[in-house]
């Protein structure tokens, strides 16, 4: 097996604080070019290693052995879906979408209070606050519970399109190495316990974006 020697995509540009690395030559900040993520959105919905595109992203260690089989690893699969939603995540948007700490079930426990908050803006109806909050919890128990890989990118990308509209990160290590653990049963009870436990007890200390997470 190869070793990677590579940083993943993301925190090349992105620091451990959840803000943008400065370029050492001109001090802008390091948004990735437009280019970079219309090739990782090419990767959506197609099997890693298919997509050229997308092969000058990809830092995971490759698998020999599968290689000669004309196979990708696990990992290998992993990454490819992480920079797919990465690039659709990222896409029109200013502040980085990777924020180190901030896992699926958290981040989207901020959409679900700010779906609610929405819902019953000038209004006291609770009844439609439930509603909105009630569609959230649909599609993110149907993520949660699906039972194949593709069942669950299927999902995710639904839910990873919802944190774009307002803005809202995701540690993309994490959901990487979640996506990675979701291939075997055992390691997927564990990845549902951390998501369940972000959305349904985690508290927010500002239902903003990431900036106001812990780091």
């Known amino acids: 097996m190869t070793d990677r020697t590579r940083t993943r995509y993301w925190n090349e540009r992105v620091k451990s604080d959840g803000t943008w690395r400065r370029d050492p030559n001109t001090g802008e900040p390091m948004r990735p070019p437009g280019e970079d993520l219309a090739a990782m959105r090419s990767g959506l919905g197609r099997p890693a290693g298919s997509v050229p595109a997308l092969w000058p992203f990809y830092t995971c260690p490759i698998d020999d052995h599968a290689a000669m089989r004309g196979e990708v690893s696990v990992e290998q699969a992993a990454e490819h879906a992480a920079l797919a939603l990465f690039g659709l995540h990222q896409q029109a948007q200013r ?11 958290q981040a989207l426990k901020v959409l679900r209070d700010k ?35 593709s069942a669950l990118l299927y999902r995710l990308r639904g839910l990873i399109s919802q944190l774009r509209d307002i803005s809202q990160p995701v540690d993309y290590d ?12 055992d390691s997927r009870l564990r990845v549902r316990s951390r998501w369940g436990l972000g959305y349904y007890v985690w508290k927010s200390p500002s239902a903003s974006t990431g900036s106001h997470f812990p780091g």
């Open 115 to 149: 779906e609610a908050e929405k819902a019953s803006r000038g209004s006291r109806d609770s009844e439609k606050r439930a509603r909105s909050s009630m569609a959230l919890d649909v599609r993110f128990n149907a993520a949660a519970t699906a039972t194949s890989v």
């Open 95 to 105: 502040d980085p979408m990777h924020r180190p700490g901030v896992n699926l079930g």
């Open 174 to 185: 994490r959901l990487m190495d979640d996506i990675r653990e979701w291939h075997y049963p």
